[in-house]
Antibody
């Protein structure tokens, strides 16, 4: 069965960097687009970024453009999110999610269990 | 403030039907058939319930249906059950090749 396991979260000081990982299994990772979505404590969902199956196309929410970088290593079945210049408003649970179908990345399921990033001094 | 507008809360009794709206613009909801809906129970990861405006993924109950008219998409849940109590989020593709989420709607089953 499809499994997505995020890691790399924790408590980080403002201005520092962090790299989140999402280990995928149970499907042909290289065939599917992948997303990062975040949820601040007690708040709604916020889409962060998408990467195409071959890694050649990447799109970001305006709120993170220039500070976040999505990438993937298809040889390792792993998705990444590099977060630079962390801010308090980046505090959230970060979820990775798999595109539902090969032909379109714009709807996704399942999601991982999430990893919590807390930005605090 | 979310780009897509949803009611903060809706409620219904078991067996009844409810509808959740999701209003955007011609640059997102109205411009593309790339609207989807997610269900999230407290402390859990979201789950895809509807994609491409009205399609249901395998395993999702046919009590869930959805549609779109102009710049507004709608999710209808019929035959409400206690297990349907959750938060529901709409999303839409945009002209900027990005996704937007609605602010979410808390469904209470009375």
């Amino acid at each position: 069965q499809v499994q997505l396991v995020e890691s790399g979260g924790g408590v980080v000081q403002p201005g520092r960097s962090l790299r989140l990982s999402c280990a995928a299994s149970g499907f042909t990772f290289s065939n599917y687009g992948m997303h990062w979505v975040r949820q601040a404590p007690g708040k709604g969902l916020e889409w962060v970024a998408v990467i195409w199956s071959d890694g050649n196309n990447k799109y970001y929410a305006d709120s993170v453009k220039g500070r976040f970088t999505i990438s993937r290593d298809n040889s390792k079945n792993t998705l990444y999110l590099q977060i630079n210049s962390l801010r308090a408003e980046d505090t959230a649970v970060y979820y990775c999610a798999k595109a539902l179908v090969v032909v379109s990345p714009w709807w996704f399921d399942p999601w991982g269990q999430g990893t919590l990033v807390t930005v605090s001094s | 403030q979310s780009a897509l507008t949803q009611p903060a809360s809706v409620s219904g009794s078991p067996g009844q039907s409810i509808t959740i709206s999701c209003t955007g613009t011609s640059s997102d909801v109205g411009g593309y058939n790339y609207v989807s809906w997610y269900q999230q129970h407290p402390g859990k990861a979201p789950k895809l319930m509807i994609y491409e405006v009205s399609s249901r993924p395998s395993g999702v109950s046919n009590r869930f249906s959805a549609s779109k008219s102009g710049n507004t998409a709608s999710l209808t849940i019929s035959g409400l059950q206690a297990e349907d109590e959750a938060d529901y989020y709409c999303t839409s593709y945009t002209t900027s090749s990005t996704l937007e989420f609605g602010g979410g709607t808390k469904l209470t089953v009375l």
